[in-house]
């Protein structure tokens, strides 16, 4: 099993471009979830998916979009990038409403913003 | 909202033990969390504990609860080199699902 896999893993960006990172699990999990780490902040949640055909926003949605494509995919889109989105991006899928809550991570994706 | 709040760095000697602190708001966690990072890599679940516990201990890790004070720690006995990496408490959110709430993380050092 890869566990959770995510693509590109680095990517630089203009300010104005657009672009989507892709996530995928393959462990059959029901969740899943997009987060940023920023330096002295810790993770915070952007969107996540409680299951297929499913997203809602988490704590600093503004400026991404989500789509959760089938139970394996979930994709987080820059639709117009700007310098504040520079970060390291990470998906994470987890055990459908398990307890303890165990989220496996993917390796991350670095996105610079010029 | 929830705040999760970590000292964000800690040197230790080789051999001597580490202890990591994290202060939380949410009383009705069912679950508590310790997530590492080492440099490069996504974060991977290390251990946890159930909120009706004060104290779990696995092999060379020990977590203290102190749900009155809203203080969780993790000690590391005998730390090596390789736990060097960023370490991260993290709570449920009361109502929300699956949905965790993560701490600022401490960057551990381990120098020999």
């Known amino acids: 099993n890869a566990g959770v896999t995510q693509t590109p893993k680095f990517q630089v960006l203009k300010t104005g471009q657009s672009m989507t990172l892709q996530c995928a699990q393959d462990?059959?999990?029901?969740?899943m979830y997009w987060y940023r780490q920023d330096p002295g902040m810790g993770l915070r949640l952007i969107y996540y998916?409680?299951?297929?055909?499913?997203?809602d926003k988490g704590e600093v949605p503004n400026g991404y979009n989500v789509s959760r494509l089938n139970k394996r995919e979930f994709s987080l889109r820059l639709e117009s990038a700007a310098p504040s989105q520079t970060s390291v991006y990470f998906c994470?899928?987890?055990?459908?409403?398990?307890?303890?809550?165990?989220?496996?991570f993917g390796p991350g994706t670095r996105l610079l913003v010029l | 909202g929830e705040d999760v709040e970590q000292s964000l760095f800690l040197s230790v000697r080789e051999g001597d033990s580490s202890v990591i602190n994290c202060t939380y708001t949410?009383?009705?966690?069912?679950?508590l969390y310790w997530y590492k990072q080492e440099p490069g890599a996504g974060l991977q679940l290390l251990t946890y504990?159930?909120?009706?516990?004060d104290m779990k201990q696995d092999q060379r890790l020990t977590v203290l609860l102190n749900k009155k004070d809203k203080h969780l720690s993790l000690r590391i006995a005998d730390t090596q080199t390789g736990d060097s990496a960023i370490y991260f408490c993290?709570?449920?959110?009361?109502?929300?699902?699956?949905?965790?709430?993560f701490g600022t993380g401490t960057q551990l050092k381990v120098e020999l």
């Open positions: 994470a899928s987890s055990f459908p409403m398990g307890q303890p809550e165990t989220q496996y």
């Open positions: 462990m059959n999990h029901n969740s």
């Open positions: 998916s409680a299951s297929e055909g499913t997203t």
């Open positions: 949410d009383s009705s966690s069912t679950y």
């Open positions: 504990i159930f909120s009706n516990m």
């Open positions: 993290a709570e449920g959110i009361t109502g929300g699902g699956n949905k965790l709430t």
